[in-house]
């Protein structure tokens, strides 16, 4: 079986090895894959990068993003079916902690994920915990499949508050943001702002995505968020740069009593003042991180068939599975919406 | 002045006729009216109903649904200005009861309504309480904005519970019904389907604004939600008929844990197997009336901005004032979607 | 092994026998029990009215309420160990369905119970679904142990809404009444007042529970409702008796936008006028069936933790196993709060 | 009449005066001051520190806690009595912006405050505007009618999450830390740990008010956080000191999908690592400001009427008028929960 493996602890560092077929355990599925994609996690694996680091051992099989199909089922499971067409949740949860309890499986106290802590989707085969998998609804179209679990992270993140007929900004345009600015649209939002800094080629997948305003480095966003709502202020911020900079941003351009989302990973700590930027305006802040099992793939399932949902531009490249590299390069260098691989 | 006075207790009983100019009190404003819309409450006036012989004492002019310019602002208000393009609430409410104190001003203790308990805007000139005028957002088409009324009722009901990305049934296409369902497709339900009985015309106006499905007499209405849901039934049921088998149909195409939201005022009680219907299933019934004020009205507000919500096709017809009669008898004929009177 | 049995589709029908040791499955805790506690279902089935006789099938263990220790762990389970303190979630979920993914598993599409649809916990062994299994917070007093599945009824139904701070009535003084007292109490409602109707024995329970006011039949409980709040009703009404009239009772004590929650179980349809009683007061209507799996039940030890939930009043009679008929009668005869039984 | 004026841009700075009688405006009410307390705010008042430099326009009579009796009602305002037993909001609101429509008038883009903005209560009689009056329901203890203003923003902060049965923590043993702490116990919170710092005094009222923990400087916060939980840290953290190292603390007390709410003031910028403290855990962070206008105040009523809620501990000093600097004094000492002067 072919895959892509993180060999070598160094940036790039990776091959396509012919490596031995997974065995399905008892309580897995076997999965022959479709399509996958690749993440901004991927990329940081890729890249070697301090998270990488300390979080992945070398040789790894990486990758997360996927459908496939089952081809053999664990003999504890009765869910599934060979022939499923599947995708998803690369989250692994024990399903008995308090998280769990509480219906938090996200925030597991005992979360791994495949990929990361345990052999990923960027092969033709894997055998994955059947309680990660996802059924396919068949009215979702093919090539947004593997895009489900990204499209869940701009879900979640966007839900987390109310986006319908309110006024909402979306600071950053790589992948994630441009499916969050999409999202809002489909959701109706009044209006979308999106910040994109200095990335022309994704402002312009903002603007092709839907974003009604498209701002950039040396833009006044607070005023231009007061001019574009009546002096009020955005309803909802969306943070998914990681650039600890645009949390200030994010605070001057919501309104008071607004909803601010934090989905970006920071390489550094924040300084905030917090009396003018949080209390006195009585801001939410809210941590997101990946998506809510199950309801968000539900709810991203729902938004996929209401026909809303234009991906499309997002998806900028697609590479065939031995030119993965040549993905992942395109990834780095920033000019490219999502890229996915066809095994 | 002209005006459309209810000047005797009988059905039709309406004649257009010269009065005084109103008087602009301290905490009024004088609007000179520029459209007015005919809402089905004027049709329960018009027609002389059970409800309409005890709410109302003519003469009365009635209607409460306009857009109009304000041009006398009274001597304790300081919010308004001449000139000012605005619409209205017509709930009039207290302020200083339990219910406005929690923020429910539209279950006011003590609540009226002009065109209703005081003089109504089918006329040139009304006073109106200050407090119930909205200045409208100049984005908005002209012709929706004496629409935002009733709107208001749809947008109240649908947001009553989360539609976005879930399936959705409503209950009636009457206009509010046909509203509804331009609603929740703006807001990107997954799937609307609207049940539209024997009314051919607004049926066909049900899927000009967006129904997926149209459902009718005879169509076994639990049986296709299960269908359209793999199995599992309406997120949201909207009733928005009045008719008290559409109670129980409602709470069958409902699923477990779904929500039933009543709009619709009945004639009769309503007679319901609460075990299988309520209670296993976990359903939400909410009641609702009117209009939350003033948050569903910016909530109406954003929602037109964003450009999703097309009411076209729901303004089927559009009168002079002294046509008024041919109006309202085109609205109590039933094949009219929204009525509009330009004064 | 000792057994309670269903023995004979009769009422009554119910002998102590000696019965085979349950085996332990794979996915199976086993279960000796220490105490158990009788619930109203058990009384059905007791009495064999036409709920029981749709549901069950002689020859069967009956009983839900339990406290026990685990003595034996299937092999697939990791998460239990010998000598845990146990009680359990009677609801048995398939943990895949749309429901369950939802995170609404008490609803779970194809839901099932031990004591009901399997064996249950009337006997000294009882091997039981492990995913069933609650380990007891060891702060929480023994003799309550048993009584978290029926407290957790009330705490699902009175935490359907907000009652810290609000007042608050809960029709009917059966055992989960009587709880669902204590419970708003816990949570600091303002008044608390119970509807205990005609029975003296539950009604002077309900006072020592805490009930602020008790009102009996032939008060006029709407009129009383909004002396108490100053002319608004209760924010929320309780529903724990199954006694259709009392649906119009709860709809009427109720103040206008306020809530009312249904838990007991109708033999016959209920007529409602909706108009005045749900539409235009804004009544929030909520279905209320088990507990929450598991935010209910990590609710209900916090609760009890907080040692302001004193549920001695309650628990009025204790038997040994041999005496179970006394029990059984005991409850039958109304005169009783909560029943235990020492295994 | 008497007031209590800061009559130099200095530290004190305030002298007992005799002043003219304030004029009723039309839309005010004239109140003759029963009692009054000192708030937080006439500390900063008085000290003169920087906030109250930028802030007050010297001579000012300060003070906006307060109980008295309207003594003469404007022209305009019809819902108020001579004789009324009041209290009152201290934050004055234009009911006209975006913040005041949607139901938030505590965060009114226009907000002012007697006592800060226009003159105080610290004196015999104010004329104030009627509709920042409370009408004082008879029930309530007389002692605490001044102190419903801070005891709102305690109310506000704690019901800014769920504490019923939930695991709390208190960071802060000022007079409003106390007060929630006694919230939250009336609430039933599963536990409350309070954390005291190095005021001895303080940490010895919070056991009084309830408290079933208290953590002093030196003890590892998270570490208790965790054990008292199993592992699992604190549902909710309410920080209520203003020193930036309690936003650290706070956050890594709350357990993943917890909530902080902020309601201190800070006199300098804090610094956050966000990935481990409020991304990665899904934390929520709210800014808290001062009371929600009128609900808090109806939900601050129903807590009293509870009979839960004892706040006499805190009550550790009463003073004359003529006394009033020596109550000043002591509160700028730090050895006092609440002060309340006798006018």
């Keep these: 079986m072919k895959a892509i493996v993180k060999v070598r602890p160094e940036p790039g560092g990776t091959d396509i090895l012919d490596v031995e077929m997974p065995v399905c355990g008892p309580n897995d599925a076997l999965v022959k894959m479709d399509v996958v994609s690749i993440c901004g996690t991927d990329v940081h ?3 070697w990068d301090k998270w990488a680091r300390n979080a992945i051992k070398p040789p790894l099989i990486y990758g997360h993003e996927f459908s496939g199909t089952v081809v053999e089922v664990g003999k504890n499971i009765d ?4 022939g499923d067409s599947v995708s998803g949740e690369c989250h692994i949860y024990c399903g008995h902690c308090q998280q769990c309890k509480l219906g938090n499986a996200h925030i597991c106290e005992n979360l791994t994920a495949f990929g990361v802590s345990t052999p990923g989707v960027f092969c033709e085969y894997q055998a994955l915990p059947a309680q990660n998998l996802w059924v396919n609804d068949p009215k979702i179209p093919k090539e947004y499949l593997s895009l489900q679990d990204p499209l869940g992270n ?5 839900f987390s508050t109310d986006v319908t007929g309110r006024n909402v900004a979306i600071l950053g345009c790589g992948p994630i943001g441009l499916m969050a600015i ?3 649209k489909a959701a109706g939002a009044a209006q979308v702002v999106a910040v994109g ?3 022309e080629y994704r402002m312009d ?6 974003a009604d305003h498209v701002l950039r480095a040396g ?16 309803d909802a911020v969306f943070e998914i740069t990681g650039n600890p900079s645009a949390v200030l941003t994010g605070m001057r351009m919501a309104r008071k009593g607004g909803t601010l989302a934090l989905l970006g990973i920071f390489n550094e700590p924040v300084t905030i003042e917090l009396n003018d930027n949080v209390i006195f305006k009585c801001l939410d802040i809210k ?3 990946g998506r809510r099992i199950w309801d968000t793939w539900i709810l991203t399932t729902g938004l996929l068939k209401s026909g809303k949902l234009n991906l499309d531009p997002i998806i900028t490249h697609r590479f065939k599975f031995d030119d993965f590299l040549k993905g992942m390069e395109t990834m780095v260098g920033g000019n490219s919406g999502k890229i996915i691989i066809d095994i």
Excluded: C, P, Q, R
């Design 45 to 47: 694996i890729y890249n």
């Design 79 to 82: 869910y599934l079916n060979e």
């Design 154 to 158: 701009a879900v979640h993140t966007v």
């Design 182 to 184: 999409a999202v809002a």
């Design 197 to 199: 800094h200095k990335n």
């Design 205 to 210: 997948l903002a603007k092709k995505v839907g």
């Design 219 to 234: 833009d006044d966003f607070e005023k231009i968020s007061k001019e574009l709502t009546g002096g009020v202020g955005m």
């Design 287 to 289: 941590g997101i991180y």
